[in-house]
């Protein structure tokens, strides 16, 4: 059921129920009538009439009679069968037998820390106690700096983009905590500079410019240093204010001279005591760098190539869907190979003139079939402005999928999508995908006004087909009336608390729908979302 709000009452759109196909040999039943529109409210009413749920109660015998209605509207009847169902698929959503391996966030959270107490351990087995000032100092330098290298090590595999990381725990997810990591690892490093430089000026009776020259004159802890400003420059560019008045291209050139800062701190620790002490510590710390290099190197340059050579992607077709929006259509050999599941996206690299060099995130706006991928973009800047201007033939480069924003989330019968502005794209995915009988699934629709609804008729066909309710929340963001209040949702959706919700919309929106969520009711835990700022 269809329902588009505007203003505080919600008017209910005249419903279609949904075409079924018959059996051969059953007994067709008249359709039943659309409901009737509610009525606004009477003129010079005190006050305005509060949301309401607009989906009617109805008796099983009812419920069976709209299961077997057929719409009259034979123009409506051709606009449903035009979304053509995506093939069965299981629970999980991915039309593959084979498992998809997922490394749950606890766990991954706990290698983390035990990779960290390793290294403490190796640090203890080999500290000296003594009550000496210069000790003090160099015991502190050496545990700072081993936590550091080892944190540098988790930052690159954090974005190795290795699959079974990525789909468990979420691009966005390990985005924030490569960027929390990356604080942590400067303090350390600016914790080891000042500890080793006070350990050394005290051991050798000397001020700290003196020590400091006295330093740099070792070709290891000058290879540090040079790594050192290497990775204050990312961390510098990598601030909110600084990296949205930079071209992505300059933040990712950045970016990559935290290679060269690994390979410079990599050459400083193994001339140092701690790694430089013992044959064995020495080979299991070369093993970790060596893991972690191969790693990023295979799922970063390795994987892509190959898939680009085995599904030979290129752009198909591209389609007006609204003002400023095209869908892009991409076909390729075996895709289905590829695995994506609905509301996972991938990182898009469409070779012509203007786009090769940056590899762009979108989601999948619906389902795999027929060797063909689609996504669906708005205008926002220059690279998704030259999306529109794509031509049929052109190769593409696509990484992934990526994201967390799936079925195997799902942990109730009920589902609530909550979508705003061009956020819809995942959630129309997994509005036709994700099982579940009439009433099971739920996708609100955030948007400024009727022109800036994406995929409308495609989410309407959805909704007849599957008997789901579907509303369209619509007005400005500064308005008067806040239709994603708790006391909203929850008119919209009454059993609120016992669903599952799935939200992707613009940063601000999806921060404020979560606050609302959560006073609704809605645990954290069932609240999934993906910031595709940060994947």
């Known amino acids: 059921m269809t329902t588009e709000a505007s203003h505080p009452l919600y008017v209910p759109l005249a419903p279609l129920a949904a075409p079924r196909a018959e059996e051969p040999r059953r007994r067709r039943r008249p359709p039943v009538p659309p409901a009737r529109p509610a009525e606004p409210p009477a003129a010079g009413s005190a006050r305005p009439a509060e949301p309401v749920a607009t989906r009617p109660a109805r008796s099983a015998r009812s419920a069976r009679s709209a299961r077997s209605a057929r719409p009259a509207d034979p123009v409506a009847a051709r606009s449903v069968r035009s979304v053509r169902p995506a093939r069965p698929v299981r629970p999980s959503g991915v039309p593959s037998a084979v498992p998809v391996l997922r490394l749950a966030p606890g766990r991954l959270r706990a290698g983390v820390v035990a990779g960290a107490g390793a290294v403490g351990l190796l640090w203890g087995l080999q500290a000296r106690p003594s009550a000496r000032l210069d000790v003090l100092f160099a015991s502190g330098a050496h545990l700072t700096g081993l936590l550091a290298g080892y944190g540098v090590l988790v930052l690159l595999l954090l974005m190795a983009r ?8 979420g691009a966005d997810r390990l ?10 690892v400067l303090g350390l490093i600016a914790a080891h500079a000042v500890l080793a430089l006070c350990g050394h000026a005290v051991h050798t009776h000397a001020d700290l410019v003196t020590a400091a020259g006295d330093l740099l004159s070792y ?12 990775l204050v420059a990312v961390g510098i560019t990598s601030a909110r204010s600084v990296r949205r008045r930079l071209r992505h291209e300059t933040w990712r050139a950045v970016h990559l001279g935290a290679l060269l800062a690994a390979a410079l701190g990599f050459v400083h620790q193994l001339a140092g005591p701690d790694i430089a002490g013992g044959l064995l510590t020495r080979w299991l710390w070369s093993l970790a760098h060596a893991v972690v290099a191969v790693l990023l190197v295979w799922y970063r340059i390795v994987v892509p190539v190959r898939a680009a050579l085995r599904h030979d992607l290129r752009v198909a077709e591209v389609r007006d869907e609204g003002p400023g929006v095209v869908s892009v259509l991409i076909r390729g050999r075996g895709v289905d190979r590829l695995r994506a599941e609905p509301g996972q996206f991938f990182r898009w690299r469409f070779l012509r003139r203007g786009l090769w060099a940056t590899a762009l995130p979108f989601s999948l706006s619906a389902p795999v079939r027929d060797d063909t991928l689609r996504i669906t973009v708005k205008a926002l800047g220059d690279h998704t402005r030259r999306v529109r201007r794509l031509r049929p033939g052109t190769r593409v480069l696509a990484t992934g999928p990526f994201g967390a924003l799936t079925a195997h989330r799902r942990t109730r019968r009920k589902v609530l999508l909550l979508a705003g502005g061009v956020g819809i794209t995942p959630l129309r995915a997994l509005f036709e995908t994700l099982p579940g009988g009439p009433g099971d699934v739920t996708l609100l629709y955030r948007a400024s006004d009727s022109s800036s609804v994406v995929l409308r008729e495609e989410l309407e066909a959805i909704a007849r087909e599957r008997r789901a309710d579907l509303h369209f929340l619509l007005g400005p963001s500064d308005g008067s009336f806040d239709p994603l209040a708790p006391r909203a949702l929850r008119n919209l959706v009454p059993d609120l608390a016992a669903h599952d919700v799935y939200l992707c919309g613009p940063p601000a929106m999806a921060r404020a729908a979560t606050a609302s969520l959560r006073r609704a009711g809605v645990p954290a835990s069932r609240i999934h979302s993906e910031d595709f700022d940060h994947a």
Do not use: D, K, Q, S
């Open 162 to 169: 290795i699959p079974a990381v990525e789909h468990g725990v």
């Open 175 to 184: 985005a924030r905590r490569h960027a929390l990591g990356g604080r942590y």
């Open 219 to 230: 070709g290891a802890i000058a290879a540090a240093t040079a790594g050192t400003v290497l």
